[in-house]
């Protein structure tokens, strides 16, 4: 097990672009979530997938962001038109049941760091 | 909706010292989660303690122990002991009994000078 990866670690796109972000889960976590963390700031709520379904989303995901986990394991998180404002670090985090339970904390990846020019 | 507050953005310690991370959050609700998360360095985020709410008792986790006052709304982290690898940013993060999704504070970043 070597916990959540991030995939890439590093992302310098063009304002208008389109950008993918591979997260791939631990193995037997089924729920998954999508953070975003800009500088100075905590991670905020982006998403969260348990199995495949998607059960919540923060408001701060626009109609511009769309995230996808196929078959309940590596999710995807893809932002079109990016935007300045899109620059952050997206964290993927997973667990094995629900957060709040003493033996299924948060796991967070490295995230990946978005930079739109 | 609910908001957490980390009212000091730096601090520093001497190794071997102890020092206590301040956090304070506003919800009205009475059945929730508090989590301290540590992030080093280019490193992961990881859980340093949690709390429920319905608990009296402080939790403890070897150095780390919290204080956490419900009327107040307070929930700070104390480290004793500190160690250079404690360097790193520091989260509070807040969670409703029964939701999933956090809600974090803006960070204290806390250097253990040798």
């Known amino acids: 097990d070597t916990g959540v990866s991030q995939d890439p670690r590093h992302k310098i796109t063009k304002r208008g672009q389109n950008v993918t972000f591979r997260c791939d889960p631990i193995s037997e976590h089924n729920r998954l979530y999508w953070y975003r963390q800009t500088l100075g700031q905590g991670p905020e709520f982006l998403t969260y997938?348990?199995?495949?379904?998607?059960?919540?989303k923060s408001r701060l995901l626009s109609n511009r962001f769309s995230a996808e986990r196929p078959k309940g394991s590596f999710s995807t998180l893809e932002i079109q038109r990016t935007e300045q404002g899109d620059s952050a670090m997206y964290l993927c985090a997973s667990s094995l049941t629900q957060p709040s339970s003493y033996n299924s904390p948060l796991h967070f990846g490295n995230g990946t760091r978005l930079t739109v020019t | 909706a609910q908001t957490v507050t980390q009212s000091q953005p730096e601090m520093s310690v001497q190794e071997a010292e102890t020092v206590t991370l301040s956090c304070t959050y506003d919800?009205?609700?009475?059945?929730?989660?508090l989590f301290w998360y540590k992030q080093p360095p280019s490193r992961q985020m990881i859980l340093v303690i949690r709390?429920?709410?319905?608990?009296?008792q402080n939790a403890t986790e070897n150095r780390f122990s919290v204080n956490f006052q419900k009327a107040a709304k307070s929930f700070s982290l104390k480290i004793s002991d500190s160690q250079l690898g404690d360097t790193a940013m520091y989260f509070c993060?807040?969670?409703?009994?029964?939701?999933?999704?956090?809600?974090f504070g803006a960070g204290t970043r806390l250097t253990v000078k040798p």
């Open positions: 709390q429920e709410a319905y608990k009296q």
């Open positions: 997938f348990q199995n495949e379904a998607q059960l919540e």
């Open positions: 993060a807040f969670m409703k009994h029964d939701r999933v999704d956090m809600r």
């Open positions: 919800t009205s609700e009475s059945n929730y989660y």
